[in-house]
């Protein structure tokens, strides 16, 4: 294994060594070479802590928009599923399932149906997709139907 692949797998730990034996190369006293070791861990625990606290507000932002999902008061939107996306479901179900139990054979639904519904569909999961990992913008509240609270 090479020197970047011992040092993704040995951790930070091994980040210091390798790089302190880089710097025993050059002519520095013994107490250099300790306090050049003590600021690279320092530096690369501060990367670590930044790169936490972006974890941390991202999680928040996802938090926030999953309690005020739940903590809404009407349970149609609560469900989040448009009307048209029910109305396409119901319109699928009943022409595949319930019109070849009853005898009617199953009418073909136009390519004008599948392309429209489906657009819907996708543009809807994508903007609530969107607003789910904290994005929030007008363009994601005029395609979820959500109000924009900035």
């Given at each position: 294994?090479?020197?970047?692949?011992?040092?993704?797998?040995?951790?930070?730990?091994?980040?210091?060594?390798?790089?302190?034996?880089?710097?025993?190369?050059?002519?520095?006293?013994?107490?250099?070479?300790?306090?050049?070791?003590?600021?690279?861990?320092?530096?690369?625990q501060k990367r670590d802590a930044e790169v936490e606290e972006t974890i941390r507000t991202e999680l928040g932002a996802k938090e926030r928009v999953l309690v005020a999902e739940l903590t809404q008061g009407d349970s149609y939107t609560k469900r989040a599923r448009p009307t048209v996306v029910y109305a396409g479901l119901?319109?699928?179900?009943?022409?595949?399932?319930?019109?070849?139990?009853?005898?009617?054979?199953?009418?073909?639904?136009?390519?004008?149906?599948?392309?429209?519904?489906?657009?819907?569909?996708?543009?809807?999961s994508i903007g609530r997709s969107a607003e789910k990992r904290g994005t929030r913008s007008k363009l994601t509240s005029a395609i979820t139907g959500s109000k924009l609270d900035l």
């Open positions: 294994m090479g020197l970047i692949g011992n040092i993704l797998s040995g951790g930070l730990g091994s980040v210091v060594e390798k790089v302190g034996d880089i710097a025993d190369k050059f002519h520095l006293s013994g107490e250099e070479k300790n306090e050049f070791k003590l600021q690279l861990e320092a530096l690369l119901v319109m699928i179900f009943f022409n595949y399932t319930i019109a070849p139990i009853i005898g009617v054979g199953a009418l073909e639904l136009p390519v004008a149906f599948w392309g429209s519904w489906g657009g819907i569909v996708a543009t809807w």
